[in-house]
């Protein structure tokens, strides 16, 4: 352990190989990616803090609260949420600070995480902090943060020209009247280009217990009668071209497993009406997802929008927290996945339709070479999405290449994707992926399995083209 008042630094080298000729190379592609643009397709942070651009209350709120990767393993170490400020809103001074005390009393228990090096990283090069977080300096650390953010250059659309971001993603529901993103597109003092993904999976779910409502609501929003089937698949095939005018790219899908088997028509529409009128069962609410999900499928060859998956995943794993704090607060387990079988129906159908793009995440590493590059590998319409979640780690992204590449290459890839609601964490993310890219090509170079110079193309590919080209960005 270092001593408490030691210095805050993250390593230039950082992250690059250990052996000296390999990071000699990974440093010289690295610094020929470093500054590009960030293309980020996927993620959670809400348009209305660019279209406010009202400083940021506090560290705590910036940093801790609404960032799971940081709660849960404060709450595993015996912080309740409660005491980290989730879903509290907005917090006096003194909370603030007691919220941020926790992080910095506790800053040894993310030593080996990439929550750590994305923290360091935000701390010392975007707000110069040089103290290293801890029960003495917390407070001298808050007043510095604060400080800071009490500056122009430090509200939310200065630090999104800061950190090169050329496109922003954030996902919302399908009854959104997106005005936020409206706002800022109408907005001639905004150059920036923030569009949103549409994310259906509630309308998909008739066992959820909102099921019901939401689908009253869709009708209400599209303007259609879902009280059928049909005026259900109309209804959701108008609110997805009202998303595409409004710049969408992508239309985001998670649930419990990637199945994608089709009904019947009639077999769907009986289901629907039972679930309307509150009768439907756990197994044919499950068998209408799926189904849903291949639907889905066929709207994206129609409309364009590119599909990604991030199937299983067990949402809210400990009921009480869900019931308190609600979703999205690092309650989140993964599932074992399958996916050969799971999304054969839907590649028979639309696997080489032309301009079908099907990005497929997972939480489980164990199908990478087995099933999802063999799968990249064949069929035009699959990429494979690169770690994300539970995965977007160092350790688990070098494998990730090591497993993926042989199989689909490079370009069968979907590009990083920062998947966040933390804001100030996105350049520290991103770059985290290019350090571990050059690192993985430089060993390629050593080997004499590429030319330094095409290693240095495919590393800006992977920055830049990849996640432009598969989102259709």
């Known amino acids: 352990m270092r001593p408490a008042n030691s210095l805050l630094g993250p390593h230039p080298d950082r992250l690059l190989p250990a052996e000296p000729d390999q990071r000699a190379v990974a440093r010289r592609l690295y610094d020929q990616v470093a500054e590009l643009p960030l293309i980020c397709p ?33 709450h595993a170490d015996g912080v309740g949420l409660d005491e980290l400020g989730v879903g509290q809103g907005p917090l006096p001074e003194a909370a603030a600070r007691g919220v941020w005390r926790q992080l910095c009393e506790r800053w040894e228990i993310f030593a080996g995480t990439p929550v750590r090096s994305w923290l360091e990283a935000e701390l010392a090069e975007i707000f110069g902090v040089s103290l290293r977080p801890s029960a003495e300096t917390a407070d001298p650390i808050f007043d510095q943060v604060a400080e800071r953010l009490a500056d122009e250059a430090f509200r939310p659309r200065s630090l999104y020209t800061r950190f090169r971001i050329s496109v922003l993603a954030t996902t919302a529901d399908p009854c959104d009247d997106l005005a936020a993103h409206a706002t800022l597109a ?65 239309a985001d899908h998670s649930h419990p ?57 067990r949402r809210d794993h400990h009921p009480p927290t869900a019931a308190r704090f609600g979703a999205d607060v690092g309650a989140d387990i993964p599932l074992r996945t399958e996916l050969t079988d799971a999304l054969r129906p839907v590649l028979e159908r639309f696997g080489t339709h032309p301009g079908f793009h099907l990005v497929v995440f997972t939480a489980d590493e164990t199908v990478w070479s087995r099933e999802l590059a063999p799968l990249a590998g064949f069929y035009p319409s699959v990429y494979v999405g690169v770690p994300w979640w539970f995965l977007d780690a160092p350790d688990a992204i070098a494998r990730f290449r090591a ?15 920062d998947d966040t609601r933390a804001f100030c964490s996105i350049p520290a993310r991103h770059d985290m992926a290019r350090r571990l890219d050059a690192g993985f090509l430089a060993r390629l170079v050593a080997e004499h399995r590429l030319e330094e110079a095409e290693a240095a193309a495919i590393a800006a590919d992977l920055a830049v083209r990849q996640p432009s080209r598969v989102f259709k960005l």
Do not use: K
């Open 42 to 74: 996927h993620g959670h942070v809400d348009p209305r803090l660019l279209v406010d651009n009202l400083r940021f209350a506090d560290p705590a709120s910036l940093f801790v609260t609404p960032d799971h990767y940081v709660t849960r393993l404060l």
């Open 403 to 417: 497993a993926v590449t042989e199989t689909a290459g490079f370009t069968r890839t979907s590009g990083f994707v």
């Open 257 to 313: 497993d990637a199945r994608t088997d089709p009904l019947a028509d009639g077999e769907a529409a009986r289901i629907y009406r039972c679930a309307l009128a509150g009768a439907v069962t756990e197994s044919e609410a499950t068998a209408f997802r799926r189904h849903m999900l291949s639907e889905m499928a066929r709207m994206s060859c129609e409309d364009g929008l590119v599909m990604t998956l991030h199937c299983g995943v």
């Open 186 to 250: 109408a907005d001639p003092s905004w150059s920036g280009r923030v569009i949103p993904n549409f994310r259906p999976d509630r309308y998909l779910e008739p066992q959820r217990p909102d099921w019901a409502a939401s689908i009253r609501r869709l009708a209400e929003v599209a303007g259609v009668d879902t009280g059928d089937y049909p005026g259900y698949m109309a209804a959701l095939e108008r609110r997805r071209r009202f998303f595409v005018e409004h710049g969408a790219t992508s």
